[in-house]
């Protein structure tokens, strides 16, 4: 019965990060459902990129205030829980403050005194985020597209953020007062709970003491794992897939347009007289893809699913979008979570069908309008605005492909302009033997 204390944490640890593995494997899964696509080139660009994006932040900071707050909360909270290797240590073998015999005592000092003052930046900067997301009226965190579950999403994340550095702080508060009643040995400095929490614990005995401590502890534990699962169904995914995603990131210059291969080499065979149409493609040459652009998540290629999953909602790209600004229906961040929520959706129909079973739906129409497509500038503010690389303009990109090469339902001024250049070799509606007639004045 002496062990069953780190039985139960074994059980908890082993439950947590397979709970954990599986919700990874599946998101890796549905990924994968869409097309492949060779980002592998420019390796030494693109680990520079993720280093410098992802982990250095570089664009959070573009926003000072909102950028250092979440500097705050993202080294923060990321290095606390390298606390987490003392816990494992100790809730498995029973060991109380093992880090202490390996670090030395001056450098365990130092080490849990800096956790200390991290512990209360990040405290300081989820108390600010909640009340700019809920008292201040940041436009961009709350708009409509926010409300239920994302809006509710991002308040649990603060909470529980908050929630686990108060048990953290109310830990050590507890172990600084029994080890000044010698009742414990003498391991670590608390700079920040030993003078906020510390005379008010002292006023309490030695049981409750040592309650407090072991309940803050194994709730610091548990919060964790909570915390580690809660992610898949979170935006704050994206403290896991944002490395990803700026590593595969699209490093070509904004607004280069990925034109088709297939299509290309059809052009070239229609404007070269001595070309036979009905040649075989060599070998390597591209084949006529089965579909032009996208219709459903099935379309697009598995970079932009990627994308999908680690949109931070934070509407930095809305707050840009001119179409947006302007009063039209179109929100970049609002493209990226309409496709996670088929992404999403999909993934379901194959867990209950063992593979997709058509549900009569698509991301078209049925999830994005025609109409937030057509209103799109392509200006690309909202892939230059994004912090994590994200780029939704290229899901515009693909779906108005398909609307255009599949469906001939593009806007009658696009379509206009299309049989202008097709007839006249140029957009406006004249001869094109007047094309020159502007330079006699």
């Given at each position: ?31 994968r ?5 060779n ?5 030494g660009?693109?680990?520079e ?16 205030v909102?950028?250092?707050l ?27 403050r ?6 030395g ?29 809920n ?9 409509k597209?926010?409300f239920?579950?994302p ?23 507890s ?12 391991h670590?400095?608390f ?17 409750f003491?040592?309650?407090t ?19 898949y169904?979170s935006k ?51 084949e ?10 099935f379309?697009?290629?598995?970079v932009?699913l ?18 947006n600004?302007?009063?039209k229906?179109?929100?970049p961040?609002?493209i ?15 867990d ?5 079973v ?7 129409n049925?999830?994005?309008?025609k ?6 500038t ?5 892939t ?8 939704p303009?290229?899901?515009?990109f693909e ?7 599949e ?11 299309m049989t ?18 502007w330079?006699?004045?």
């Amino acid at each position: 019965m002496q062990y069953i204390d780190n039985i139960i944490f074994l059980i908890l640890l082993v439950a947590g990060f397979g709970l954990f593995a599986k919700s990874l494997q599946k998101i890796y899964r549905n990924i994968r459902l869409g097309r492949e696509i060779n980002r592998n080139d420019r390796k030494g660009e693109r680990w520079e990129t993720m280093a410098r994006v992802a982990m250095g932040q570089s664009k959070m900071v573009k926003r000072p205030v909102a950028g250092i707050l979440h500097l705050f909360v993202y080294v923060g909270f990321i290095i606390i829980n390298i606390e987490l290797i003392e816990i494992v240590v100790d809730g498995i073998f029973g060991t109380h403050r093992f880090l202490s015999s390996i670090f030395g005592h001056g450098f365990y000092n130092f080490f849990t005194a800096t956790l200390e003052v991290l512990a209360l930046l990040v405290v300081i900067g989820v108390v600010v985020f909640f009340i700019r997301r809920n008292f201040y009226g940041v436009k961009r965190l709350t708009m409509k597209e926010l409300f239920g579950w994302p809006k509710h999403d991002a308040n649990w994340i603060l909470i529980i953020e908050f929630a686990l550095m108060m048990a953290f702080f109310k830990m050590n508060a507890s172990d600084w007062v029994l080890q000044q009643r010698g009742l414990l040995p003498e391991h670590g400095s608390f700079p920040i709970s030993s003078t906020i929490l510390g005379p008010i614990l002292n006023n309490f005995g030695d049981g409750f003491l040592f309650f407090t401590e072991k309940a803050a502890w194994w709730f610091h534990f548990v919060g964790i794992l909570f915390f580690m699962n809660y992610l898949y169904y979170s935006k704050h995914l994206h403290i896991i897939l944002a490395f990803p995603s700026t590593w595969y990131a699209n490093l070509e210059k904004k607004g280069k347009f990925n034109n088709l291969e297939s299509v290309t080499k059809e052009i070239k065979l229609m404007m070269d007289p001595n070309a036979d149409p009905y040649a075989a493609p060599a070998e390597g040459e591209a084949e006529v893809p089965s579909k032009f652009g996208a219709e459903d998540i099935f379309d697009l290629n598995q970079v932009q699913l990627l994308n999908a999953y680690s949109c931070t909602e934070c509407g930095r790209c809305t707050s840009v979008c001119p179409a947006n600004i302007t009063g039209k229906k179109l929100s970049p961040r609002l493209i990226l979570m309409k496709t996670r929520d088929r992404l999403e959706e999909v993934g379901k129909n194959i867990d209950k069908n063992g593979s997709f079973v058509d549900d009569g739906k698509k991301l078209l129409n049925d999830y994005i309008t025609k109409e937030e497509l057509w209103a799109c500038t392509t200006c690309n503010a909202c892939t230059d605005a994004c912090p994590v690389l994200l780029d939704p303009l290229s899901i515009i990109f693909e779906m108005r492909r398909f609307l255009v090469m599949e469906q001939s339902a593009a806007p009658q001024e696009l379509n206009l302009m299309m049989t202008n250049v097709e007839n006249n070799a140029a957009p406006w509606q004249y001869n094109q033997a007047d094309r020159l007639n502007w330079a006699n004045d």
